[in-house]
Structures are given as structure tokens and as C-alpha cells.
């Protein structure tokens, strides 16, 4: 039984995988990159790189991020990186993979007259296979890794900023890059709709996912959820109406993309685990935002006394 359950989470977590890569594929063969369309990270400078020099766009997009991965990999350990290496490797492959075999050719004519309805559609599709990849907790790296890197250094800039910020740069640079400043334009629109469908695919972009996890086996549930996942957990005393019996409730804020990994090591612990995911509107503290204006805690601290 308990292979069996194991066999369909791997073929799942393949399925999910290959989906979101074909869309991946899909979003720069047909779109982005015939469009010229910046929408920002790994992708956006590698099609400044196909448009300068023909480079091949997918091999682009993991030679950018290859050097990310490995200074993610030093700073937060291996292990966070495991499915980011494979969402990568896999997604940029299948873009170049597919437009060597002209699967997905170009979808509109005349994409250069045409790159609003580029940015629209890239944009969407690229959203769907994000979200749909992040909802098993892959990624396909770019601004992501980036963020969290320099989150190192700049401790009180939220994620999300962060993001913006390294997204921002990169569009200007392609505007210079290619000469035409509406590159900006179209690609806010392409940004805007890939965050847009990346939410309605996963139930949330930037908002903490809050799980609570009733099972008898609370406290290793809860110690593989704090060494695996890294983060805060609490126990919660509570009363099952029906048995009348004292039980524990772990309770745990998370990120969009880790919600799957919380509920594979409560499964795999107890596979009667009871489980209820809700969206968290606004969460504050380490690992979220760190203030209520988004300001470093210790900042605020200091300016108390």
C-alpha cells in the first residue's frame, strides 16, 4: 500500500513536472521569444540573447541560472535546491528541445507588430506553468534564486521587492539593450499577467499558506517539518468532539510552493493524518515580512526606545 502511495506521488510530481515544462516551452516558442518580449529573470535575458545573437533560448536561461543554483545551494544547503535544479533543467530543456522540432511554432503572425498580444499570451501561459510547477515545489530559478541571495545582504527588503527590483533592472537593460523603450511596456503587461495567472493557479502569490495537521503522531510530523522545511512550528492543545480525547494540532505558516512538501511528510508519517490548508492574508515575521510597514524588525525595535 505504502509503495503504491509512493509510485502515484512520483508519478504525479512527473506529471505536474512535465506539465509545467511543455507550458514553459510553450510560453517562449510561441510567444516571448518571437515577440521579443522581456518578462523579466533568467527568460527575459535570454531573449535579449536570442534577439542579439541567436543564442538558443532554453540553454540560455539554465547557463544563467547554473551559477545561481550553486551559490543557493552553498548559502541555504542542498537540499533547497534539489527541485529547483530539476525544474530548471527540465523546463529550459524542453524550450529548446521543442523549437529545434517545431512543436509549438510561432503563434501569431507579424510578433514584432504584434507584441502586445505576445506579452498577453506569453505572459499567461507562462504563468500557468510556473504555478502549476510551483504547486509541487519546483521552480524554473531566475529572480527567485536571486532574491533570496540577496536577502542575504539585505535583510529588511521583503522578497517580493526584491523581485521587483532585480525584474526592473532587467527590463531597462533590454530596452537599452534593443533599442526601443516600449520593451518596458510590454513587458509589465507580460509580468502582470504571468503574477495574475501564477495566483489564480496556485490559490495565492505572495500570501503565506497556513496548515494544520491533526495526527496522533504530532511530534515527529512536526520535528520533520521544522528540520526539513526549516520552518517554526506550533503545537496546539486541543479537544475531537466525537472521541472526547486531548489531541495536539501542529500548526504551520508556509510559502505557496512548500505547501505540498508539508503535506507529503505528514502523509508519509501517518497516512491518516487529518489536514487543513487556508489562506494566510498577511503574514508578519522571520521568513515572511518582518514588520507590519515591511521594515526590518530590528529597525523598528530601535526606534521604540
Known amino acids: 500500500m505504502l509503495k503504491s502511495a509512493k509510485a502515484v ?3 504525479s510530481d512527473v506529471a505536474f513536472l512535465l506539465l509545467g515544462s511543455v507550458l514553459f516551452a510553450a510560453a517562449f516558442d510561441m510567444f516571448l521569444t518571437p515577440g521579443n518580449v522581456c518578462i523579466g529573470g533568467a527568460g527575459g535575458i535570454a531573449t535579449i540573447l536570442y534577439s542579439k545573437f541567436g ?3 532554453g540553454t540560455m536561461i539554465f547557463a544563467i541560472n547554473l551559477p545561481l543554483m550553486v551559490a543557493f545551494m552553498i548559502c541555504y544547503g542542498y ?6 535544479v530539476i525544474g530548471v533543467t527540465v523546463s529550459s530543456a524542453m524550450v529548446d528541445i521543442f523549437a529545434l522540432l517545431q512543436i509549438f511554432p510561432q503563434a501569431i503572425a507579424n510578433p514584432e507588430e504584434n507584441k502586445l498580444l505576445c506579452a498577453l499570451f506569453g505572459g499567461i501561459t507562462v504563468g500557468a506553468a510556473i504555478g502549476i510547477m510551483f504547486t509541487r515545489g519546483y ?3 531566475g529572480t527567485d534564486i536571486v532574491a ?3 536577502k542575504i545582504k539585505f535583510k529588511h527588503l521583503p522578497t517580493s521587492k526584491l523581485i521587483m527590483i532585480t525584474d526592473g533592472i532587467i527590463i531597462v537593460v533590454a530596452a537599452i539593450a534593443l533599442k526601443d523603450i516600449q520593451i518596458v511596456f510590454y513587458s509589465l503587461v507580460s509580468i502582470f499577467m504571468s503574477t495574475s495567472t501564477i495566483t489564480i493557479v496556485t490559490g495565492g502569490f505572495d500570501k503565506g499558506r497556513l496548515v494544520y495537521v491533526f495526527s496522533d503522531k504530532y511530534a515527529l510530523i512536526a520535528d520533520k517539518v521544522a528540520t526539513t522545511l ?9 479537544i475531537g468532539w466525537y472521541t472526547k480525547r486531548p489531541c495536539r494540532i501542529v500548526m504551520c505558516v508556509v510559502k505557496r510552493n512548500e505547501v505540498y512538501a508539508i503535506k507529503t511528510i505528514a502523509k508519509s508519517i501517518d497516512p491518516s493524518a487529518f489536514i487543513i490548508t487556508s489562506e494566510a492574508t498577511e503574514t508578519i515575521g522571520i521568513g515572511f515580512k518582518q514588520s507590519v510597514e515591511d521594515i526590518d524588525a530590528m529597525q523598528a525595535k530601535k526606534s521604540d526606545k
Do not use: S
Open 9 to 11: 506521488k512520483i508519478l
Open 55 to 57: 543564442l538558443p533560448t
Open 79 to 84: 537540499r533547497a535546491v534539489v527541485k529547483t
Open 139 to 141: 521552480t524554473t530559478g
Open 148 to 150: 533570496f541571495l540577496l
Open 230 to 238: 526549516a520552518r517554526g512550528v506550533t503545537l496546539i492543545d486541543g
